[in-house]
């Protein structure tokens, strides 16, 4: 690795460990930013639309950082911090029947109304029409994630690596 890269690096985990939720919120919006992106991108966007890859930003800076910074916090502390198979199902478990539809829930609402700034009544219509669909292809994929997250993945690293996941999944969807 490059020393530049190294230092970075370094720097990176330092400040993680210094500003947790800072940090992560910051790498959230980062990485819905490089999501977007590559969503405009291959959706075919010529120029790229900056309104709504700020407001994603804003997205992953203001809620999703911090709501997965908090979630594995207090599922640890539910589960005071065990990785044996059995703790970890029910760790899946919990979070695909709260914060994956909440989340689901919450990213709906925020790119219809913020995003795309259509009118409330619109946007209950297409939930209330797509977000069964949008649940039940979560549930086929995310709780896969999920277990490699709780049963792998350090404490500190487990906001990134589904931010991560989510890029790749977002490219391989779109």
Request: charged share 15%; net charge positive.
């Amino acid at each position: 690795m490059g020393s530049i890269a190294k230092k970075g690096l370094q720097q990176y985990l330092i400040q993680l460990q210094q500003h947790p939720l800072r940090t992560k919120a910051i790498t959230a919006g980062v990485l819905s930013a490089i999501s977007d992106i590559v969503a405009q991108k291959l959706t075919g966007i010529q120029k790229l639309q900056l309104r709504r890859l700020l407001l994603k930003v804003l997205f992953g800076c203001a809620y999703l950082g911090p709501f997965g910074h908090f979630l594995h916090l207090i599922l640890d502390k539910i589960f005071k911090g065990k990785k044996d198979t059995s703790t970890v199902a029910k760790k899946v478990v919990l979070e695909q029947l709260t914060s994956s539809p909440w989340n689901n829930l919450m990213f709906m609402i925020y790119y219809g109304v913020v995003v795309e700034g259509r009118p409330w009544r619109d946007v209950k219509t297409k939930i209330k029409k797509d977000y069964p669909t949008v649940q039940y292809t979560s549930w086929t994929f995310w709780p896969v994630v999920g277990w490699i997250n709780h049963l792998y993945v350090p404490l500190q690293f487990r906001v990134i690596f589904h931010s991560l996941v989510a890029i790749m999944s977002s490219a391989i969807s779109t």
